[in-house]
């Protein structure tokens, strides 16, 4: 009788970790996303609170060495060929990119999981054609339609972000097609048809929910990807224009000074760098921590610290 009762006990009692936990246990997890973190609270307060002193000229600092505090806290990284500060020009810049990239991951991600959802859900006919259309943006390299669409209509944030958008759309689309064309022949959503349940419902309530983990792996790695992609079209000049900033413009700027003032290209190539790099971790975790069949691993692990 003793054992009977111990038996629920001890099942309630042994409840898994948060994933804030298992965030914590992760050391290059956490650190990742502590990174990313201090990106985006300086991606946010950056231009209001240092955009007069990222914008200020003084000749008389050009080229301004790093690492020395005679001119003040804000030239600790050194000044670029204008003599403005590059620790500034650095967090200011922070907001446009980490802007373009959010911005092209999440409109890819909408209208590729909504196409997806559809071709997985619908018919044959209807699939073959949303899938043909995904055929036809991937037939063309992401980075010449950038090119090519960015000189019609011109470099600015908003281009950038519907042209990046666009070649990233058949990623959403073709992962979301994969994972509903086996989700829906589950048990739970032939109970949910059987049960009078309606389309939209069974895509919304029953569909979607188990897609989502899946996606929100992939749109974390396309982040790091979209932003690389954004520096070099910034780089190759066809991106964001001054008096805009960027990284990628930054190390575009920086490039003629590479041999006599090798900061105004590697603070920005690093931040760069970084983040990508954190983005890729997180993601690798997010992808065992979102996904209840490969979980156990993590939990093992802190079994295991234990």
Request: no cysteine; aromatic share 8%.
């Amino acid at each position: 009788m003793a054992e009977v009762i111990s038996g629920p006990q001890s099942t309630v009692a042994d409840k898994g970790p948060s994933l804030l936990s298992m965030l914590w246990r992760d050391k290059l997890a956490f650190s990742s996303a502590i990174i990313l973190l201090v990106i985006i609270v300086a991606a946010l307060i950056g231009p209001t609170l240092l955009g007069d002193i990222a914008t200020q000229q003084n000749l008389r600092g050009r080229n301004f060495p790093p690492f020395s505090l005679d001119r003040g806290w804000a030239f600790f990284l050194g000044g670029d060929s204008l003599g403005r500060s590059m620790l500034a020009r650095l967090i200011v810049a922070a907001h446009s990119t980490i802007l373009i990239a959010l911005g092209t991951v999440a409109v890819a991600l909408t209208i590729g999981a909504t196409l997806g959802l559809v071709a997985g859900y619908a018919g044959k006919h209807v699939s073959q054609i949303i899938m043909r259309l995904a055929d036809v943006i991937m037939s063309f390299p992401s980075l010449l339609i950038a090119v090519v669409v960015l000189y019609v209509l011109g470099p600015s944030i908003p281009n950038m972000i519907l042209v990046l958008a666009i070649t990233r759309i058949p990623i959403y689309l073709r992962t979301t097609r994969a994972e509903v064309l086996e989700v829906r022949e589950r048990m739970f959503v032939q109970a949910a048809k059987v049960m009078g349940a309606t389309h939209t419902r069974i895509i919304l309530k029953h569909i979607l929910p188990v897609v989502t983990p899946t996606l929100v792996t992939i749109a974390t790695l396309d982040f790091a990807f979209v932003m690389l992609a954004e520096s070099s079209l910034s780089f190759l000049g066809i991106g964001v224009q001054p008096p805009g900033i960027t990284w990628g413009l930054m190390v575009s700027q920086g490039r003629p000074y590479l041999n006599t003032a090798w900061w105004l290209a590697f603070w920005p190539g690093l931040m760069i760098v970084l983040t990508a790099l954190s983005l890729n971790l997180l993601s690798s975790w997010m992808r065992v921590a979102l996904d209840p069949a490969q979980r156990w691993r993590l939990e093992t692990k802190r079994k295991k610290n234990v």
